[in-house]
């Protein structure tokens, strides 16, 4: 690191949500098996790639379950409106239970009541901006650690385009290299950030460990988040 580092304070810490502050893919199971899908149901990831399909490259409501449900409930010749609603509300609640239990079980408060202390804690995050709140606020009801949030949806473009990190640095009020972006995917999260000028921490808490790429140069790697004040003072040591 050089000579600029040291004079510039790290100001704000800026956080991917899934599988970086919980796991993700467990209570996206949890959430598809209280409506009665078991990850290998071959039937319902067949609609639900007919929808990603049909939606442009990119776009946020690839994202969308209300639509996986409805295309579903059609498929089957079961479709109603309320059916289709029903099924939605069964999930959110269900993926925003999974949220808070793990958050509590993994001693995030604890965690981000030292982070907040120190730093601006904002989120960045691919996905429709209702998904991400209704887990942000099972996780922070109050927005008492997390207070900016930028999702796709609000700028129209995922991650790792630079337009999403643009934005959380102009709502930031800060420059790149005042900030570091904590994630666990190193093409969305890490290699933007870099590129961007923000220093980046790779967390692999929820990778498997034989599936781990190689820790990508000019990053910090972290395989618990609980680690991220350590590391939080090696960078700005360095
Ligand atoms: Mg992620």
């Known amino acids: 690191m050089n000579m600029l580092t040291n004079l510039m304070p790290l100001k704000a810490l800026i ?4 599988s970086t502050l919980v796991d ?5 199971k949890v959430a598809q098996e209280s409506v009665g899908f078991k990850d290998e149901d071959a039937f319902f990831q067949a609609c639900r790639q007919s929808v990603k399909h049909r939606l442009p490259q990119g776009h946020t409501s690839a994202h969308h379950r209300l639509l996986y449900f409805k295309q579903w409930l059609e498929q089957k010749g079961l479709y109603s409106h309320s059916a289709a609603l029903e099924m939605t509300a069964q999930y959110e609640v269900t993926l925003q239970k999974s949220y808070r239990d793990q958050w509590e079980a993994l001693n995030r408060p604890q965690l981000f009541n030292e982070l907040k202390e120190k730093y601006v804690l904002a989120v960045i995050t691919n996905e429709t901006a209702r998904t991400q709140l209704l887990k942000l606020s099972s996780l922070d009801p109050k927005s008492h650690f997390f207070k900016i949030v930028v999702t796709s949806e609000d700028v129209g473009v995922e991650k790792p385009h630079e337009t999403v990190f643009r934005e959380v640095y102009a709502r930031l009020n800060l420059q790149p290299q005042d900030c570091v972006v904590v994630g666990d995917d190193i093409d969305n999260d890490i290699v933007p950030a870099l590129k961007m000028g923000s220093r980046a921490v790779w967390t692999t808490e929820f990778i498997q460990k034989n599936n781990r790429p190689k820790v990508p140069v000019g990053s910090h790697a972290i395989d618990r988040l609980a680690n991220l004040p ?8 360095a």
């Open 15 to 18: 956080f991917d949500l899934d």
């Open 24 to 28: 993700a893919s467990l209570a996206y």
């Open 230 to 237: 350590l590391v939080l003072q090696e960078i700005s040591r």
